[in-house]
């Protein structure tokens, strides 16, 4: 109830202002979780035919790149040209007639802050998407805001979602209590909730994963290297929806997660972004 009553003071507010004028504002986003990381962050400035995601329908596969891996442009995975962000939204730091983007920023930690300058270009409306870390398909997300120009303080609360292209195993890939289909780790990645290319035990001898399809994974069950890589279809989870939330345990060698329930878990919001529109 205190949230739907900030919410709908945040929107009164707004509504009172204009939002069609360029404006160069400060943007800050706070990590409210307590041991969960946010990938670098994808900002977009943008018209109405921009949809940098929708609850409810399934996941685009620039989304599914960015919740599952944290990768929003070529700079970060090659393998993912023509299918990310970058792909979809147009060259970075530029206007592109429907909307202008960057990515900014390193790992968020739990509790920490980050500010930076963004150009709007003239865009009215306003979206924020991060990975959160550990997980499988995370990711927190501001969808379609809109952009004020008159000066003040504006600030936003970002729920958790899950894009659905993946299921939440929260396994380790050393586990070999519980299979997936050939017999092979269900976690299958080298650390427990996170999936895609980059994680540090198996990924030299793996995939690229990262898109909610499949992954060649490269050990077997026992943790040795394959002679031949074997490919393993991902389950998915449906469409774009409010997530679950970490489920864990408190048992790092077995039980069906190697997430501590005590550490990991997080409440909606995961996050809170605040606008600064200077005064002219």
């Not at 003071?9 to 707004?14: D, K, Q, T």
């Not at 504002?25 to 990590?31: A, G, K, P, Y």
């Not at 920490?112 to 306003?126: H, Q, V």
């Not at 990262?210 to 469409?239: I, K, M, Q, R, Y």
């Amino acid at each position: 109830m205190k949230l739907n009553k900030l919410a709908l003071a945040a929107m009164i507010g707004l509504s009172a202002s204009g939002y069609s004028q360029a404006v160069e504002v400060e943007l800050s986003i706070t990590n409210l979780t307590h041991a969960n990381y946010m990938t670098p962050r994808l900002a977009i400035a943008h018209d109405a035919s921009v949809d940098a995601f929708e609850v409810g329908t399934e996941a685009s596969t620039a989304l599914a790149w960015l919740a599952e891996a944290g990768v929003i442009d070529d700079a970060q995975n090659a393998d993912s040209s023509g299918q990310n962000f970058e792909a979809a939204l147009g060259p970075v730091d530029t206007d592109n007639g429907s909307n202008t983007w960057h990515r900014f920023g390193g790992l968020l930690a739990p509790s920490s802050t980050l500010t930076y300058s963004f150009d709007t270009m003239d865009k009215p409306y306003f979206s924020l998407l991060t990975m959160l870390i550990p997980s499988n398909d995370a990711f927190a997300g501001l969808d379609s805001i809109m952009i004020p120009s008159e000066p003040g303080t504006y600030t936003y609360y970002l729920n958790a979602y899950d894009a659905g292209t993946e299921l939440n195993d929260e396994l380790n890939s050393t586990r070999t209590d519980i299979t997936e289909e050939g017999g092979l780790p269900l976690g299958g990645y080298g650390v427990p909730g996170v999936a895609g290319a980059g994680a540090p035990n198996i990924a030299p001898s793996m995939g690229t994963g990262g898109t909610g399809v499949a992954v060649t994974v490269g050990f077997d069950e026992n943790g040795d290297p394959l002679a031949s890589p074997t490919e393993v279809v991902d389950g998915t989870d449906g469409p774009v929806h409010i997530h679950r939330n970490t489920l864990g345990d408190t048992s790092l060698t077995d039980g069906s997660s190697d997430l501590d329930s005590t550490v990991h878990r997080w409440l909606n919001p995961v996050a809170r972004v605040t606008i600064v529109v200077p005064a002219s």
